[in-house]
């Protein structure tokens, strides 16, 4: 996603190439992330999204998600503040209204903390899809602007291995409350779920999923029509999965990995086309055992008003 510059997420964070679907009637123009990655590959495109690859997705019936016990000391924004507003996230996206009754077809588990607050994925051992705060330290790479990044680690088939979220608490003035509203967390978390699931970025501009962020606006808490489409769609109800359980893969652990790549870079590619570049801060090889790592190509971006959009997310 992005604010007034690009702020990535997954982005809120990120943006990777993703996979348009678009209805008949083109009443939808949301974006389901592909693993046909633009900075490797020529991926074929149509009405902005990718449509080379398969879709990204988790294939277990459940799957679990942690959150950085520091939460935030620069933006006073503590652990149990940061839990909520994510698994509150996570239960709107579930929650979508799929028709007859049904709702998308995954569950999603709050492992508890961790004490990481390092991206990372480790092929020969346990894991955790991570969301952090980056007070500090933000990568030159992601753009001061970048408002969050989400790196999604998958598989050539498009079943999702590990993802974790990095918000830009650094350079982003963050808040949490209905009043003096400026980068509002509950946005940010709700968007970057929604990469965190296998969605893109969306053309409907009161989307959830949209490109862009207009800081003081909390428009993106809510999910609109477009936003339940793209979820039922990636989860639909009697969907096969690989397995009922919520555990990462390789296990559950709440430290950082000890045994890391040195050989490889992390790709992170911003939603405006950017280039893969060295991650700088955990190895992450791009290829490990055929396991693909795709940047986060999803980016949630901060334009600054008047300013030419961008295609990440960006503030308007």
Known sequence: MTVTPPLRASALAISLGAACLLLASHSSAYCRTRTCNPTKSNCASENGCVITGEFLHWPN????????????????????TADNLITDAFSKWLAADCGGGKRPALAVNNFGPTACG??????????????MFIDSGWMPLNDAH????????HHPTGQILDVDVEINSANSLITTDDTNVGADLESIVTHEAGHFLGLAHSEVTKATMFSSYLPGDPFMRDLDPDDVAAICA????????????????GGFTQQCLEELSTGGCGCHVASSGGKCVPSGRRTLPLTTSGFVLMGAAFVLWVRRRRQTPRAGFAPR
Request: a positive charge; hydrophobic letters at 30%.
């Open 61 to 80: 019936g459940c799957v679990s998600f942690s959150v950085n016990q520091a939460g935030s000391p620069l933006r006073q924004i503590s652990f149990d």
């Open 146 to 153: 970048t408002l969050a990044l989400t790196t999604v680690t």
């Open 234 to 249: 990636v989860y639909p109800a009697g969907r096969p999965v690989a397995k009922p359980s919520c555990e990462p893969r």
């Open 118 to 131: 390092e991206r990372g994925y480790n092929p020969k051992g346990p894991n955790s899809n991570e969301w």
